[in-house]
């Protein structure tokens, strides 16, 4: 079992930046593929980015691509997502999510098994 939990997230004006944790419990951290998912209200859960469980491998969709950035610390069990030029759009909850041990990472969010209650990012124009 692994338990995830969500900070960094808030209020920021359009251009600005903030960054996201994700602190996971378990033992299998260091050896999952992780992954970041937002959704807006109506609106369905959006890939951002996503690691490998080492951590050589990133991807990020093409939305927030050049502007934000995602890394992981298996030391300290947490991922983390850096937010930079933020905007309105940008606007929604954030969610990370671990896959099963050794999947590869995945921009289908069926394909992770455990999830984050969340944290609510809002933009400001």
């Known amino acids: 079992q692994v338990q995830l939990v969500e900070s960094g997230g808030g209020l920021v004006q359009a251009g600005g930046s903030l960054r996201l944790s994700c602190a996971a419990s378990?033992?299998?951290?260091?050896?999952?593929?992780m992954g970041w998912f937002r959704q807006a209200p109506g609106k369905e859960r959006e890939f951002v980015a996503a690691?490998?469980?080492?951590?050589?491998?990133?991807y990020v969709a093409d939305s927030v691509k050049g502007r934000f950035s995602i890394s992981r610390d298996n030391a300290m069990n947490t991922m983390y997502l850096q937010m930079n030029s933020l905007k309105p759009e940008d606007t929604a909850g954030y969610y990370c999510?671990?896959?099963?041990?050794?999947?590869?990472?995945?921009?289908?969010?069926?394909?992770?098994?455990?999830w984050g209650q969340g944290t609510q990012v809002t933009v400001s124009s």
């Open positions: 378990g033992r299998t951290f260091s050896s999952s593929a």
């Open positions: 999510g671990a896959a099963r041990p050794w999947r590869a990472p995945s921009m289908d969010a069926s394909e992770y098994d455990y």
């Open positions: 690691i490998s469980w080492s951590g050589s491998s990133t």
